[in-house]
């Protein structure tokens, strides 16, 4: 757990107000009328820190209703500081709040989220803040990524089929979402912001893996721009079974991984650990 520091004063005693209202619903006005609440969260663990806390239902919500209002023309300026709203009062409503001077654990971190592709390192937090539409829409992408890897395959959740769909499927998902540019801004950031991803020969081969599976993703993307999610997944599965994307062996004699075309990956052929 991550718990918050108590708020003092008046300002707790608005952030418990503005939770009271749990299933009142997250409308505008709720949202409005929690201003002084929302500044004191961002200024506490900052819009990243509460993206960091979101499920997908609420991820999907906000991209929603951010989605209308681009196609209703609104600036991108007044999306961004509603979306900011949006995020940071769900953030406020994901647990329970205790009386003002009492240190609480009002906010938990997510636990169901696979930390390889949404615990935000720092070039990441960077970006989050920077663009914060596009922050939604990559969590969003890393959610479903992450569920549908597990669910496609059973083997290598490091190095192995899961770890090659979920970045794969990540980076593809993006840069339908996002466009290219980000999606490669932030698939780089993922992989560079750990120092500990280069650290030894083992580790370099995984984040060699990683890196071509991105690519291979933004690719897979930009053909299906205009195509179904299904779609997507199912290219993104096409890829795996044809060895277009990478993955790593480490029965081949090198203990440190070799790195392998996926289509060597089958239940009876390991990859990955």
């Known amino acids: 757990m991550l ?11 608005a952030l418990v ?5 749990d299933g009142a619903g997250d409308d505008d006005d709720a949202i409005a009328s929690d201003d ?12 990243d820190g509460a993206i960091e806390r979101l499920d997908e239902a609420a991820l999907e ?5 951010a989605r209308a209002l681009e196609a209703e023309g609104v ?10 709203k949006k995020t940071l009062h769900a953030a406020l409503r994901r647990g329970p709040v205790v009386k003002a001077g009492v240190k609480t654990k009002a906010l938990r971190t997510l636990d169901v989220y696979d930390s390889d592709l949404f615990k935000l390192n720092e070039l990441e937090k960077t970006l989050c803040r920077s663009h914060r539409i596009v922050c939604v829409r990559v969590a969003l992408a890393a959610f479903k990524a992450r569920g549908a890897s597990q669910a496609a395959y059973r ?3 490091v190095g192995g089929r899961i770890d090659a769909f979920r970045h794969t499927y990540w980076n593809a998902a993006m840069t339908r979402s996002v466009g290219e540019d980000h999606a490669k801004a932030w ?5 560079n912001g750990y120092p500990q991803n280069r650290a030894t020969p083992k580790d370099r081969v995984l984040s060699d893996m990683d890196f071509f599976n991105n690519a291979v993703g933004r690719e897979i993307g930009r053909e299906h721009a205009n195509s179904s999610d299904g779609k997507t ?11 277009d994307v990478r993955a790593v062996r480490y029965d081949l004699g090198d203990r440190d991984g070799t790195l392998v075309p996926s289509s060597q990956c089958s239940d009876t052929v390991k990859c990955g650990t």
């Open 3 to 13: 718990p918050v520091r108590a708020l003092a004063g008046g300002l707790l005693v």
């Open 17 to 21: 107000a503005g939770c009271a209202a």
């Open 36 to 47: 002084a609440a929302l500044s004191a969260l961002e200024a506490e663990i900052g819009f």
């Open 61 to 65: 919500a906000i991209d929603r209703d």
């Open 75 to 84: 600036a991108t300026s007044s999306i961004e500081s509603l979306t900011t």
């Open 155 to 157: 083997d290598g959740n």
């Open 187 to 191: 698939g780089d950031a993922h992989e």
């Open 233 to 243: 997944k199912q290219a993104v599965r096409d890829a795996i079974a044809n060895g």
